[in-house]
């Protein structure tokens, strides 16, 4: 018998807010994150808006409580993780806790600014700048920071790599290796990643429009987010209540092209159809669809494609929250996962901010005006990315799950 | 769960696992780093694409096609990869120009390839494999979370099989940067200095190792992986202690030990104490005079022991510490790098 994986608490950071509460409260007044870089150095800065958090290292390490000279996704992964573990943190005596967290550019905003110094003379740069580049360094900094130790990881799978953290930490509590796990990602904004996207063309110059007909690419955000899972032998042991649990993931490979999505989104379906198989749910239990949604011309094609086969044409009720995040990459799928948690929580959809035109090789349209009050039971949350890594989880509300 | 291993395929800095002589002989070196010796490819990726491919890519796709083909399957139903630096040539090529050409005309190539999923996302591309896809990127358990995932992965989906690889490459800059940080030695080493285990870090290395594994024992010999042990410690006398309390609660009969012992005096007062303590009187081998010393190492040892034991050989003598085993049915694998350690209980079924 597989244990339930419950979600007791979330910890967030994005650019519309540095904790749960106020990314809630963001989503529910329809505040976007995206604007000029201002901590970001970087030649594109009037070129590109990002989705940034604005504080420097300096500032969101005094937040977080650790070392501004850790990379800034070292810290943005701690001010989340710190969030969803505090309340609990003295109350897991002789539990086993896991951390999983997924990044994709690990220490690389440090990195980026002595690289070249350092192939000319390693002896002229200070040796903490690429000390914990690795991305498996970021983890194990909040992990020990946190005195997680019973089983520490990091998932690289580019922009689902988070999805697979939850995933995997589910995994483990359900078949009683973990009793409770920290589970999601970080991701802080770099001039890598932002060349790179922009060398690929996808990057948009204003405030990106997802699943819009005339949508031009995304903006790359930064954050970091997290859910704390518990068995319900943890649960008990520290008092805990659950709104809603993990009750579905799969990952499937779209193996078509590098970068790019298939255009019928073979991977995307074979996700999420594996997914609600896991769950035992049927397309028609799905409530609200957080849609990956990038607002890159392929990805909203492929994914709203793959949505309408699988879903019949009877397409639930969805919104990409990108919009106001930007693309978070490793951290996305972490970040849409407390999403989804509060829109079961709270029984509200977000709007698909900025959307004006149906797209014209898919017809549904997301949700666009915010909606409240609703019986939100089943999330699928979908994260895709590079690679063909294709990655979709489902969040059900406790009272129609096997709840204590 | 257990997992047995059905297939194996080595691309390392002592040759590959398709060589007729693989590991025959033992190598001779005096350098800094060990670097991999690459098959010819022609057999197993297209010319066109090899061009584009940066060596932690063609090594990656070349051992996981050697595993494929000694498996004898044309694609696996999933894939776990493990890499603690992923594809460091092509990270370094976009940022070396992307800061030299101050963000102006930069082309995608080695953006598009230096994230850490490349290898697991180029291997289902080229196999057609649209199953479960993970990279593991956790320093020295790289490799061990790969094979754990795919313990979770076999138990949902029994009957399947998995390819199951670990991979990292050396470049100019990581061998700087380890080098500062400890890990590899400044000087040049020879295999003495492996086995003699006094110098200040370790020579570097590089490699890729795959297998397929799978939860039904096979009809053939093959290495059972029973259990990974795998814990993090910053004291060495405490993880001596910690992997001979794990030792000892397994009560096993062991005939051969294969250590990870790498040349560096700290590491070695690790496996000096295991060695004159529960591993007395054990036949003890090493594998790293032949791979050097890398994140995902284990891999390579793994694939030592799978390798000889699908032909049907015994393990290379040049490996072995004191007396050679008698027999290889019960072998426990032990690897340390930097603060990791792991521990596999393996078996020949």
């Known amino acids: 018998m597989k244990q339930v994986a419950y979600i007791v608490n979330t910890g967030i950071i994005t650019a519309i807010g540095n904790d749960t509460a106020a990314c809630l409260d963001a989503l529910l007044h329809g505040r976007t994150g995206v604007s000029k870089a201002e901590y970001l150095k970087t030649h594109w800065s009037e070129e590109f808006p990002v989705a940034e958090v604005k504080a420097s290292n300096k500032a969101l390490a005094t937040i977080a409580g650790v070392d501004a000279k850790w990379p800034r996704t070292a810290i943005l992964s701690a001010i989340a993780v710190k969030e969803a573990w505090q309340p609990f943190a003295e109350k897991l005596r002789g539990l086993k806790v896991g951390f999983f967290s997924a990044t994709t550019v690990g220490g690389m905003d440090l990195t980026e600014n002595v690289y070249k110094a350092f192939k000319e003379d390693s002896s002229s740069v200070d040796f903490n700048s690429i000390k914990n580049h690795e991305c498996g360094a970021i983890t194990e900094l909040v992990a020990n920071h946190f005195g997680i130790n019973d089983f520490v990881t990091t998932i690289s799978t580019a922009c689902s790599s988070s999805a697979n953290s939850i995933m995997m930490a589910a995994q483990m509590i359900g078949n009683g290796m973990l009793d409770v796990a920290i589970a999601g990602g970080a991701d802080s904004l770099s001039k890598f990643t932002l060349n790179g996207f922009n060398t690929l063309m996808i990057l948009d110059k204003q405030a990106c429009q997802p699943f819009d007909n005339n949508r031009r690419g995304l903006n790359l955000g930064e954050g970091a987010g997290y859910l704390l899972l518990m068995s319900e032998k943890a649960m008990q042991q520290c008092g805990a209540t659950a709104s809603c649990v993990v009750s579905g993931y799969a990952n499937a490979n779209d193996a078509y092209h590098q970068t790019a999505s298939s255009p019928d989104g073979t991977g995307n379906k074979l996700a999420m159809g594996n997914a609600l198989k896991v769950a035992n749910l049927l397309p028609a239990d799905i409530n609200y669809i957080n849609l990956h949604g990038t607002g890159t011309a392929n990805n909203d094609s492929s994914e709203g494609k793959a949505i309408e086969v699988l879903f019949d044409g009877k397409v639930p009720a969805s919104s990409s929250t990108k919009a106001y995040t930007g693309h978070t990459l490793g951290a996305a799928a972490g970040v849409e996962a407390v999403f989804s948690v509060l829109s079961i929580k709270e029984g509200i959809v977000y709007p698909n901010l900025r959307w004006e035109t149906q797209m014209e090789d898919v017809s549904f349209k997301p949700v666009t005006e915010l909606k409240t009050r609703l019986d939100i039971r089943h999330v699928l949350s979908n994260s895709f990315g590079f690679g063909g890594n294709c990655s979709s989880l489902v969040f059900s509300k406790c009272l129609v799950w096997n709840c204590i | ?349």
């Open chain 2, 1 to 349: 769960m257990e997992l047995y291993i059905t297939g194996t395929g080595i691309v390392s800095c002592a040759g590959n696992s398709g060589d007729a002589d693989f590991l025959k002989e033992s190598q001779s070196y005096d350098t800094d780093r060990l670097l991999c010796v690459e098959p010819n490819y022609t057999a197993y990726i297209p010319p066109m694409q090899l061009r584009r491919m940066s060596k932690a890519v063609r090594i990656g796709i070349g051992a996981s096609k050697m595993c494929m083909a000694s498996a004898g399957i044309e694609k696996p139903d999933a894939i776990s990869v493990g890499t603690a630096m992923g594809c460091l040539t092509d990270t370094e090529v976009f940022l070396n120009k992307m800061i030299t050409q101050e963000e102006q005309m930069l082309t995608p190539t080695a953006f598009i390839q230096s994230t850490h999923n490349t290898v697991s996302g180029q291997i289902a591309l080229l196999a057609g494999c649209y199953g479960h896809n993970l990279t593991f990127v956790q320093r020295g358990h790289s490799f061990e979370h790969a094979v754990i995932n795919t313990q979770l992965y076999l138990s949902d989906n029994p009957h399947q099989q998995m390819l199951v690889g670990g991979i990292d490459e050396l470049t100019d800059g990581s061998v700087e940067a380890l080098k500062i940080g400890g890990i590899n030695r400044k000087e040049n080493s020879t295999p003495a200095d492996v086995l003699n285990g006094n110098t200040q870090g370790a020579v570097a290395g590089e490699g890729a190792a795959f297998f397929i594994m799978t939860d039904d024992k096979p009809i053939k010999p093959a290495v059972c992986i029973k259990d990974v042990y795998a814990f993090t410690e910053k004291d060495i006398v405490t993880a001596a202690q910690k992997l001979t309390a794990y030792v000892n609660s397994q009560s096993l009969n062991i005939d051969a030990v294969l250590l990870g012992q790498s040349g560096d005096e700290k590491s070695n007062a690790f496996y000096e104490s295991l060695r004159s303590g529960i591993f007395s009187n054990k036949p003890q081998y090493i594998f790293k005079h032949l791979c050097g010393e890398y994140a995902t190492a284990s891999a390579f040892a793994l694939g030592i022991l799978s390798n000889a034991i699908t032909k049907g050989e015994a393990l290379p003598s040049h490996c072995a510490l004191n007396n050679e085993a008698v027999a290889l049915k019960n072998v426990l694998l032990v690897n340390h790098y930097m603060h990791y350690y792991s521990c596999w209980v393996l078996q020949v079924a």
